[in-house]
């Protein structure tokens, strides 16, 4: 007997992209329809968050009909509800969940409350049809950067996480410092490029530390590195600042992920969350660890970003193992990784 197909509808509201999707199977993407808040936030260098919850109120029965309609699934078809309930901005986030909580009771469906961090990992699920556990994966987004290992669909190990500022926090800081367009991690990227990354010697934190991360301290030192110069009337390359400024992150997530597969032995590493989309993190970190005998998997770029089919992927595996959540599910906007 065949066993029956999986819908999953996936929504996803932690921040500034109002997002839905439906994923057949766990690994099949039937539609994925994301409305970026970007262009509204960019004036004020970052996300204000009353003016992102008021325009996801605005967007998401629009972005969830629009999903099921390229989907080409009817609501009572779906066999559950998956949403980001944490973690992210409290205002954003009650949005999604109030929606899906909504839905999975009107039509008597089981809601699944999901790990946005998780939900970054599995996107890995969707670009690489053959990964499965065991793996260990390298969670690098504006506001977590974390080794973690997932030993099975449903198991996960915390390894280390960053004492202070993430690494895309750092990213965009720096590029508002510089007078960069928010988002800074893109930009920042693109003026290294014409850079000289061994221009400036910045300081690499925590490298004798296992798996714990500090990027504060780069922060400052690249300010400090801005006034300086500034100060004494010199003329900043502001590329070599950015190639110096991104390498010296890119040195310590790749060293300690090598560090980390050394230690446990595995022999595959994905990358998840927005800063996985910058391509010299990418070659480096596939470089290293193909040094060692592993291989990196990353997302397309779309699913780097906050997106709802890695929340619906993420439902899935959930759903399998019967892991539902109550319908008075609440958002936990500090909902821990792990």
Not at 131 to 142: D, N, R, T
């Amino acid at each position: 007997m065949m066993s029956k197909d999986v819908y999953i509808l996936g929504i996803e509201s932690s921040c500034d992209e109002t997002a839905a999707a439906v994923v057949k199977n766990g690994r099949e993407v039937l539609s994925n329809i994301i409305s970026s808040q970007i262009v509204i936030h960019r004036k004020f260098g970052g996300v204000v968050p009353e003016i992102a919850s008021r325009k996801h109120i605005e967007n998401i029965l629009p972005v969830i009909d629009e999903a099921l309609r390229q989907a080409n699934v009817k609501l009572e078809e779906i066999d559950a509800v998956a949403v980001t309930y944490g973690p992210g901005l409290v205002g954003a986030l009650l949005v999604g969940v109030s929606a899906a909580k909504a839905l999975a009771w009107a039509n008597d469906k089981p809601l699944i409350g999901v790990n946005h961090l998780e939900g970054h990992v599995f996107a890995n699920f969707l670009n690489d049809k053959d990964l499965e556990p065991p793996f260990m994966a390298l969670v690098v987004s504006g506001g977590h950067t974390a080794l973690l290992k997932v030993t099975d669909y449903n198991s996960f190990e915390l390894l280390g996480q960053t004492r202070d500022d993430a690494a895309g926090e750092a990213f965009d800081k720096i590029a508002r410092v510089m007078g960069l367009q928010y988002p800074g991690g893109p930009e920042i990227e693109k003026l290294a490029a014409a850079g000289d990354p061994q221009a400036i010697d910045f300081p690499r934190a925590l490298l004798k530390e296992d798996y714990q991360f500090s990027f504060s301290g780069l922060k400052s030192a690249v300010i400090n590195y801005l006034h300086n110069e500034q100060q004494a009337g010199r003329e900043v390359n502001k590329a070599d600042v950015a190639a110096s400024f991104q390498e010296a992150i890119v040195d310590v997530l790749v060293q300690k992920s090598v560090h980390a597969l050394q230690e446990t032995g595995l022999k595959k590493i994905v990358l998840a969350g927005g800063v996985s989309a910058n391509k010299h993190l990418q070659t480096a970190l596939a470089d290293a660890v193909g040094g060692i005998g592993a291989s990196l998997v990353h997302p397309t770029p779309i699913l780097c970003t906050d997106n709802a089919v890695m929340i619906a992927c993420r439902g899935y595996f959930m759903y399998q193992n019967g892991e539902y959540s109550p319908l008075d599910l609440n958002a936990v906007p500090s909902l821990k990784l792990g």
